[in-house]
């Protein structure tokens, strides 16, 4: 399997327990590993055949600043429903931080 990084994306969201942080947005800082087999896309050169991380990227930052949980571990699960929405995804590793 091959390996396609999203690294250190930063979107401003909604996301915590505390009152303050239910209205105010801050940071969250996103980094997601994601497992594929990327050899049609190699052999064919065509983005059809391949994972469009640009895609996935756009609904990972439009999730965060719709949503409003509560807790990192809900959004965590979140993104990577999201990253396993494409078939072409055997497996996802997501680290979501509030700096």
Do not use: F
């Not at 091959?2 to 303050?20: A, C, E, F, S, T």
């Not at 439009?62 to 078939?87: F, K, N, S, W, Y």
């Amino acid at each position: 399997m091959d390996q396609i990084h999203i690294k250190d994306l930063v979107v401003r969201g909604i996301i915590g327990i505390n009152p303050d942080e239910r209205v105010n947005r801050q940071d969250v800082l996103v980094n997601v590993t994601m497992w594929a087999d990327t050899s049609a896309a190699a052999a064919s050169d065509d983005i059809a055949d391949a994972v469009n991380y640009k895609t996935i990227t756009k609904q990972i930052i439009t999730h965060i600043e719709d949503g409003e949980p509560m807790l990192v571990e809900r959004l965590v699960q979140e993104i990577a429903d999201i990253c396993l929405a494409d078939d072409r995804i055997d497996r996802v590793e997501v680290t979501v931080e509030k700096p």
